[in-house]
């Protein structure tokens, strides 16, 4: 004898559709929080220099892809929106004030080596030979930030882990992007 089924009906929504929306509802609260980009009323010295480390490294990986969209004009169309979500991340951090989203970059190729910075999560600026070892070498970068940054989440306050969370896991949609997008 087979047994009825449930006269109870779901409502709300199902575990797949939560599943595939909840990885943008992560980039989306990190990237368009009201923040002014000061310490989140935490006063925590250290929650204030995470914050402070993360908006220099997102404004160092915003100046790599000026390097590589200088030295590769091919890609641009491909890496200008990626950059341009990256300095977005600066500004929720607190940075950003330096590379404005309007500024173009203007280094070229052979000057890409003098373009480094102390807060360049690379540790070279220099412009690979060909289009897909520039793609690969903004890859390793974004991916060693986002790891970075995730091994970071345990030692700061709930708003900035979140944030943290967010900017890496948009980070690691970076990577995909870069390596394995077809743009």
Known sequence: MPFPSSPRARSGPRRRSLLAVAPAALVLTGCTGEDSGGPAGDGSSAAYRARARAARDSEGLVERYDV????RPGLAGRLRPLREEV??????FGGGRKASSSASPS????????VTSS???APSATVPGNDKEALAGLAAAERELADRRTKALGGVPGELARLLASVAAAGAAHVYLLTEGDA
């Open 68 to 71: 590589v969209i200088a030295a």
């Open 87 to 92: 300095l977005r991340h600066a500004r929720a």
């Open 107 to 114: 280094a070229s190729p052979s000057a890409s080596s003098s």
């Open 119 to 121: 807060a360049s999560p």
